[in-house]
């Protein structure tokens, strides 16, 4: 199993950056694929970006393309999700997401985060 915890979260104008990170437990982190999802209020939880266990593999949803960058970090158990040219319909609460297998739908993933929100402001 692994545990998930993710921090960075805030409020940014728009145009703005931010940086989300999200700790793993466990010594099996390198085995995992990751992934950033994200709920705006009153929809639903959507994919935003995966990688693969070694991250030589990423992938984006399209509205995110171009504009953010996910990457890991095996060494310290920890993915970050680099988020540029922030748009106010990026606001939303950010999660962070493993399990053995990639994937892009929710159903794809058995640990999840509690969740950082992030709030970007026209």
């Known amino acids: 199993q692994v545990q998930l915890v993710e921090s960075g979260g805030g409020l940014v104008q728009a145009g703005g950056s931010l940086r989300l990170s999200c700790a793993a437990s466990g010594r099996t982190f390198s085995r995992y694929a990751m992934a950033w999802f994200r709920q705006a209020p009153g929809k639903e939880r959507e994919f935003v970006a995966g990688?693969?266990?070694?991250?030589?593999?990423?992938y984006y949803a399209d509205s995110v393309m171009g504009r953010f960058t996910i990457s890991r970090d095996n060494a310290k158990n920890t993915v970050y999700l680099q988020m540029n040219s922030l748009k106010p319909e990026d606001t939303a609460v950010y999660y962070c997401?493993?399990?053995?297998?990639?994937?892009?739908?929710?159903?794809?993933?058995?640990?999840w985060g509690q969740g950082t929100q992030v709030t970007v402001s026209s």
């Open positions: 997401a493993a399990d053995l297998v990639s994937g892009t739908v929710v159903g794809d993933y058995n640990y």
């Open positions: 990688i693969n266990w070694s991250g030589g593999s990423t």
